[in-house]
């Protein structure tokens, strides 16, 4: 029981799967055995679209749901993840395909994988969960439009040609080419759609995208159907892990992509977590953060190496695992094994589905995708948070995810620091303040303040997002006290920032000849002062346990005055 604390230290990298080995049960592995088969089916259809939407071949997205999916289990934090590819991606690997093609796939994938493991043992997972929900449904509702406008030419089975790459003018050319589209391809398309909705009228155990991908699949082979499939688009189906050429990498290579790198490994991490969140939710386990980004980053290294490509959590299939039963991480090792059969002994048969077939499954999943319930909640919110998400969303569909991460994660720090800052309050006392006793009954005691005496009483983390208070509690001063005792055990922490402002605040009561005294510095607080030397400058004998202490001092500061 001890061997994966030895060597996978918490909290960092703790496996789950490791963690549950010794209370593993034969009743618990019959459920994961079930659960992991449907979700390996759910995902086959999924896996394929996605890589075909991002500009790769189909076989590359089962690669890496049977590679990706097996690691994020194998070292996931949490015990129902799955993973494999992802629709978020699809925007990003799209544009880095046609660029770079697969070496730029591969390497953009590997770059992110090695940033998720590095966010993981700097302990960023518990942060990156608390993203705003604003920020979040304006991504997804962004990158869902994007996808679902991706599909159409496959949708309406519409000719090759020069198809732009903005929304708008996209399109417009859909608009223009319309008199062109294949009508087999739609029919088949409208059915693959009609058919993913309704099946869970019939059954939920067997899910409705397979069943539309096989029934479409043979009413195009038996009707001999003129519409695009994978084997006429994309040719042989490859079924075997191989180790991709790699002729062009270089440092400019890496330069380029480091921006679409970054991209995926915001979104996986966002991805991931809040489908951990959600999973923890429905079954009352807690998952492990940071295990989980450095297990993403595990399998984002190594899936590519494998032939694969960029991979996460998705939190459709994670749920379908949640709803048949998935008990532990093992349901996603079997959910891999499931795919792998079917690259291995059935591959073949994928060369026949329609591409419209995969088409109408995207459409589902962008529709999924879109939070358009959220999206209309948050419209009737407060003007803030209606106008990060409209920022969010624009940036995502009109600019590009490459602008919009970056800026989406400014918006967050920014609305982070004003959230702080309206629960921090610097209050300016002289006559009266409550005792350092009064918590400690209900009754609320008041200690006489000297005159020539005032405190300044703060409330909150004290930090660069609050100097205008200070200045602004300053002018309330009329005369100048002989000696301004700052309270402080309500500060939970100080940063460089705040330290400076502190000094800059004694220095100029020094200029007027009054004399700093601090009360009830929290031990944190105390040490970054004690590291700056602020507290060697200060005085010990001005540092007070108590308001009580405080007090004490000021009068006999004011005595020898």
Known sequence: MGFPTLIFPAPMFNPVLFSLLGRYTRKTFLSDLVSGAIVGIVALPLAIAFAIASGVPPEVGLITAVVAGFLISFFGGSRVQIGGPSGAFIIVLAGVSAQFGMEGVVVVSVMAGIMLVAM????????????????????????????????????????????PADLLPKWIYYFRNIHLANWNAVGVGLTTVLITVYWARVTRRIPGSLVALVLTTLAVQAFRLPVATIGSTFGEFGASLRVPDLPGLNFDLVKQLLVPAFTIAMLGSLESLLSAVVADGATGYRHRPNTELVSQGIANILTPLAGGMAASGALAKTMTNVRNGGKTPVAGLIHALVLSGFLVFM??????IPLASLAGILVI????????????????????????????????????????????????????????????????????????????????????IPKGVEVFQIKGPFFFGIANKFEEAEKEIHEIPKVRIIRMRRVPFIDSTGIRNLRSFVNRSKKHRTQTVLSGVTDKTLEALKKDGFYEELGPENFCSTIECALVRARKIIGKS
């Not at 997972?125 to 604003?134: A, D, H, L, R």
């Not at 591959?347 to 026949?352: D, T």
């Open 120 to 163: 993981g043992l700097l302990k960023a997972g518990s942060i990156i969960q608390f993203t705003p929900y604003p920020i979040v449904v304006g991504f997804t509702s962004g990158m869902a439009l994007i996808i679902f406008s991706t599909q159409m030419k496959e949708f309406f089975g519409l000719p090759e040609g020069d198809i």
């Open 365 to 448: 999943v962008s529709y999924n995708m879109s939070e358009w319930r959220s999206f209309r909640i948050i419209l009737k919110s407060s003007k803030s948070e209606l106008s990060v998400l409209l920022t969010t969303f624009l940036l995502t569909v009109f600019v590009g995810l490459d602008i919009a991460i970056p800026f989406g994660i400014i918006l967050a720090l920014v609305l982070f620091v004003r959230r702080v800052m309206e629960t921090t309050d610097i209050e300016v006392l002289k006559h009266e303040v409550e005792s350092e006793r009064s918590h400690l009954s209900e009754d609320t005691e008041t200690l006489d």
């Open 347 to 352: 591959g073949r048969l994928a060369m026949m």
